[in-house]
């Protein structure tokens, strides 16, 4: 039996070296949007497979060394695990239904919404992606998927940043500099998915089934500021 867990995180986590915030959009900011172009950046062509290191707490060099031997053999046999999995999702485009859901699930939200995908997740591109953009805003939506002992994770990170003039009091630490500093920003969370009990013969359905739910998460969440 797979059993699922669904959960909306709202925990600070890394980003450029610092702790970016997690920041819900206000309802001001919200009525004030009429447009929004939203971007799913999905840089993997492939899932990914890894294991929960291990900790070698304070037994120095010695500790250190057994647990990295642990660890490549840990991974080992979780690369042997995941072949079948790869080998199934050959024919299975995650990016095209990850895409097809925040089509589907944005839908409902209070104002316009343009969805478009991209693979490459590099500051240069993001900018580009930003001037090119006619929207009141921009929601960059990064997700990553990967296969951590048997289980299925997905995570999303979400930001929005403003295009719109009325909407540049919003930003979180405003850089007129440069338009895609995080300090920009107006919406930030984090989002994730994860099912246990991963094999060859459920992997897609739950891949579907994470796409949905991360949608679903996101489109909530702006519809309740």
Known sequence: MVYRIIQATLITISLYGCAAPQLSLKQAASENIKSVEQVLVIPQENIN??????????????????????????????????????????????RKTMLAQMKSKSADLNYQVKNKLETVASESNKRIVFDEASMDAVLFTTVSYRIESKNLMITAVSEMYPKKKSLYPFRNKPSDSKPTDIGNIIYRKEFSFS?????????????????????EQIAKDLSHP
């Open 49 to 94: 497979t890894t294991i929960a290191k291990t900790n070698p707490g304070n037994t120095g060099l010695i500790g250190l060394l057994v647990a990295v031997a642990i660890d490549s053999s840990r991974q080992a046999s979780a690369n042997k695990h995941a072949r079948p999995i790869i080998k199934k999702l050959e024919n299975y485009d995650f």
């Open 195 to 215: 099912a246990q009990g991963i094999n060859a013969s459920n992997i897609t359905t739950n891949l579907s089934d994470g796409a949905a739910s991360i949608a």
